[in-house]
């Protein structure tokens, strides 16, 4: 029996990609390895967000070459880069974005080599995850990108936005529901894009049939574009017993000369008021953001804007990391590159940001009563139990049942700071 060890690297598509991996290779008789030194095969399902990202990845596959096994590049560094990979004596075979699932049969065939051409696919790849042994589950209803954003290759590794089909979605949502688990989480590569395919759908659409024709307890969003988030949309999520209070909104900058360049439709003004519009209608929101420190051109002045929006917004927490310069986009030729030091200088100053920030949405939390669905049993050191709320706290219990969401007061005591 042939084994393999499995790596997923970036967003929470890839990672619940990777999981399915596993599970094909599995139905179809390989055996997954915790120790990369037991394996036969070393997949690395890549992704290409940052050059770093990139730099990880050709390490990790070097270092499994050096242990003797056979390398399988997969995910968005194989799809951007293609037959050119092979080139390199560390990797083996490389397969593309949608190629991943076809694995088994890939692997037992005498080529090492698979890409489909995502930027003429107009279809949607349905992927099901079929674990029992987990709480919450995810489901990818969407793939690809249609914008442009001057910064960004993901489009390059991803194709063009594709949905899935309503059907499919809400009989997976009740597999799911009746399998016992207690919380979905609807992710793609940018699901405010959702039925722009279809020509008459929006992700409003499927959010009402998900509370029409389901019977999930609750499902959370993934991430969403400022200008995807309308009055209707807000009206609806309030007015749901069903959906977790918790966004993450894709920003990128706080300030409105850096996001021209950056190609993003959105003014901060716009979203600042949506945030706070956010925190008025939902009880302890928990509002999450990707922030990019030191893009091109990004001048003293315009990183000082950024600092005094990110300070004055409500946001709960801030992802945040140095721009990358991606080959084949339009930030590359623009002139006003920053070096590391300055970048990520800048990214530490909004590291600290985030971190008062959380640590006082923490504190707003404490005394109020929240909805916490338990995902882990007992730890074997501490006897506590794991469990998340609804606005994506992770606390500590001392009793409760695997799997069974109950109303829990939030002390100190119980917080997980991270």
């Known amino acids: ?10 967003c929470k598509s890839n990672q619940f ?5 596993s599970e094909k290779l599995v139905d179809a008789g390989y055996e997954q390895v915790n120790k990369m030194e037991n394996a036969d095969f070393y997949i690395l399902n890549s992704c290409s967000v940052t050059h770093k990202s990139d730099n990880e990845a050709f390490y990790l596959l070097r270092h499994a070459h050096s242990m003797g096994l056979q390398t399988v590049l997969t995910g968005c560094i194989a799809q951007i880069e293609k037959e050119k990979l092979l080139e390199e ?22 080529s090492k080599y698979a890409v489909k051409d995502l930027m003429v696919e107009n279809k949607f790849c349905p992927v099901v995850l079929n674990d029992t042994t987990k709480t919450r589950i995810s489901l990818k209803i969407q793939d690809g990108c249609d914008n442009r954003c001057s910064y960004c290759i993901i489009p390059f590794g991803r194709g063009k936005s594709r949905s899935a089909d309503s059907d499919f979605i809400i009989d997976e949502i009740n597999k799911y529901s009746n399998a016992g688990y207690k919380e979905v989480i609807l992710t793609g590569i940018h699901i405010g894009l959702w039925g722009k395919d279809f020509g008459d759908k929006s992700l409003l659409d499927l959010l009402k049939m998900i509370e029409a024709k389901t019977k999930i307890h609750r499902y959370r969003l993934g991430s969403l574009n400022p200008f995807e988030i309308d009055s209707g949309l807000l009206n609806f999520l309030q007015a749901s017993e ?5 966004f993450h909104l894709s920003l990128q900058s706080a300030c409105n000369l850096t996001l021209k360049r950056m190609n993003r439709h959105y003014t901060v003004e716009h979203y600042l008021e949506q945030i706070e519009d956010i925190n008025e ?7 999450g953001s990707d922030i990019i420190a030191g893009f091109v051109g990004e001048t003293e002045a ?3 804007t950024t600092i005094e929006n990110l300070k004055k917004s409500k946001l709960s927490k801030i992802h945040v990391f140095p721009y990358s310069i991606r080959k084949g986009t339009a930030a590359e030729i623009m002139e006003g590159h920053l070096s590391d030091k300055i970048k990520e200088q800048r990214a530490d100053i909004i590291k600290s940001i985030s971190k008062e920030k959380y640590d006082n949405f923490l504190k707003r939390n404490i005394g109020t009563i929240q909805e916490v669905l338990i995902e882990k049993r007992p730890d074997k050191h501490t006897g506590k139990l794991k469990g998340v709320t609804g606005n994506y706290i992770t ?3 001392d009793k409760g049942e695997f799997n069974t969401i109950q109303q829990v007061k939030i002390t100190e005591s119980n917080l997980i700071l991270n």
Request: aromatic share 20%.
């Open 17 to 21: 990609e990777g999981q399915i991996v």
């Open 302 to 304: 315009e990183f000082s």
């Open 281 to 287: 209608r939902f009880n302890l929101p928990f509002i």
């Open 242 to 246: 069903k959906f977790c209070p918790h």
């Open 89 to 110: 004596p560390y990797i083996d075979y490389v397969f593309g974005n949608e190629d991943k699932f076809n694995l088994p049969y890939l692997l037992s065939q005498t």
């Open 1 to 10: 029996m042939k084994k393999f060890y499995l790596k997923s690297m970036g």
């Open 395 to 397: 606390v500590l219990l």
